[in-house]
């Protein structure tokens, strides 16, 4: 593979748009986050806003919203049945997916819950490029079994691919070939890889899945929640796409998928969720399940507003200048650490920075939660809050053993629009001195272990007394407690 050419832009990324309305922001001294940190079981989730600095947990439900999208809420049309902002919604997702049937859902997991819900069945196999941990619940809470096909490339956390969110086509055809086509539920292609560091797939690898589906009679289901920037690494890495717009490039995806869904609380920068397809017979299957278990159709469980909100801000991902932001701080981030020897994942993806929780402390083993120890150990130095993206996210296997991830991953969420320049330096210099610092820190083990999903609710403690000794380097070194 030819060296990719990712840095043709000036080294400092722009913000494309002005700050007009702000919140507040207290940085509290750096006792009160290790206080903060122990009645949070070291767990993240469990941290509340109050006590964090720059919330880098996710880009879920948290991108800044445009002046446009904030006046169209105002004049949205509040009725059960009928409402006119669900018909602007339902011609902005004809207009850039070309799909005639629109399914509202509350958020991208409800999507899943009805997909799963009415293709998967017990022993029904859905192969994909890889896991996002909601996806997988559902299909394997419906007795599906979850086949991942990322290309080997995908799992190297150092890498010049630019394209590591591929599927690997031939390892396609011996799935199809193990299990028949006749148990395959659906192909799954998740846009903008999330578990594997944001990292994107071409549009050709997906014009090859769609022959593999095709020779077979396989429905192939598009998971778009992280479109926006899996469209602005097709443009900018692709050789074959460089001339085409995002809305071209939108529309020969969309015609490769017969399902898409998505999270509006990434794509569209609302709150919320959808589905559409062109195939009549699946919709009605699937509009069932949206009357059940979401509200009545034209509203799908989703407040109105969020309705106006999601249309203005689906036309707004096809503004090439929109959608680079992201990339763009993240990648700036990811060159700034990397300069500076801190091991992050390459290429720089979308949805945030990650850091390699397993090079970062080498000392640490997997069986104590590095990722975890990371991102406890950089919330209490910066008050930065991330997301641990590594065994702790696992489940156990059904005898009780660790199921060790493939990667250990620290996330640190760029919400699109939200952060300036000089609080992402301020996160780049604070992880370069946990860095320097990296031998104080130690692992984690659970005292409180849920059976699903632990990473939400579990409490941790740390091994050692490690936190308080490096709060004693970090104030000695800052000369101060923030
Ligand atoms: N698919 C992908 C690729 C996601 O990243 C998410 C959510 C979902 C589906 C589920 O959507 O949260 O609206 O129900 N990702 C969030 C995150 C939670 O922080 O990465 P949801």
């Known amino acids: 593979m030819s060296k990719v050419k990712f840095y043709s832009r000036p080294k400092v990324p722009l913000e494309m748009h002005k700050v007009r309305i702000v919140q507040k922001l207290d940085l509290v001294p750096i006792d009160r986050r290790l206080r903060a940190l ?149 192909v799954r292609i998740e846009t903008g890889t999330n578990l594997i560091g944001g990292q994107p797939h071409s549009l050709d690898n997906i014009r090859q899945v769609r022959k593999i589906c095709d020779k077979h009679g396989i429905m192939l289901v598009f998971d778009a929640s992280l479109l926006a920037d899996n469209l602005y690494f097709i443009k900018e ?106 091991p992050v994942i390459t290429p720089a993806g979308g949805l945030g920075c990650h850091l390699d929780a397993r090079r970062f402390l080498p000392h640490v083993p997997q069986t104590e939660y590095p ?13 930065v809050r991330g997301m641990e993206r590594g065994t702790i996210s696992e489940q156990r296997c059904e005898n009780g053993d660790e199921t060790l991830a493939n990667m250990e991953l620290l996330r640190l969420a760029l919400p699109r629009r939200v952060f300036t320049l000089s609080q992402i330096n301020y996160a780049i210099d604070r992880i370069i001195w946990l860095y320097e610092n990296r031998e104080q820190v130690g692992g984690l083990q659970f005292v409180e272990e849920p059976k699903i999903l632990r990473f939400f609710f579990g409490k941790l403690k740390t091994t050692s007394s490690w936190q308080g000794a490096l709060m004693d380097r970090f104030k000695a070194d800052f000369r101060g407690s923030l």
């Open 38 to 186: 122990r009645e949070a079981g070291n767990n993240t989730f469990l941290l509340r806003n109050r006590d964090i600095f720059l919330d880098m947990l996710t880009d879920s439900g948290v991108n800044a919203m445009s002046d446009r999208q904030l006046a169209a809420m105002m004049v949205s049309d509040d009725s059960y049945a009928g409402s006119e902002s669900y018909s602007r919604l339902e011609e902005q997702i004809r207009e850039i997916f070309k799909k005639e049937f629109f399914l509202p859902v509350h958020q991208g997991r409800a999507a899943e819950n009805i997909i799963s819900r009415v293709f998967v069945t017990p022993g029904s196999v859905v192969p994909m490029n890889y896991h996002f941990t909601t996806s997988k619940a559902h299909i394997q809470v419906n007795g599906g079994i979850v086949e991942e096909i990322i290309i080997d490339e995908g799992l190297k956390v150092t890498s010049e691919h630019p394209f590591k969110g591929n599927m690997d086509t031939d390892k396609l055809q011996e799935v199809i070939e193990k299990y028949g086509p006749e148990r395959i539920a659906f």
């Open 237 to 342: 890495r692709e050789e074959g796409c460089k001339n085409m717009s995002i809305r071209q490039i939108t529309r020969e995806l969309s015609d490769l998928f017969d399902i898409i869904y998505f999270s509006g609380r990434k794509l569209g920068c609302a709150r919320g969720g959808g589905i559409c397809t062109n195939n009549r017979e699946d919709y009605i299957k699937m509009r069932e399940l949206v009357t059940l278990y979401e509200g009545f159709l034209t509203y799908g469980g989703m407040s109105i507003r969020e309705i106006e909100a999601m249309a203005i801000g689906l036309e707004e991902t096809m503004d090439e200048n929109m959608i680079s932001q992201g990339p763009q701080f993240i990648e700036y981030m990811v060159d700034e650490l990397e300069k500076n020897g801190v």
């Open 371 to 383: 990722a975890g120890a990371l991102a406890s150990a950089l919330y209490l130095v910066s008050g």
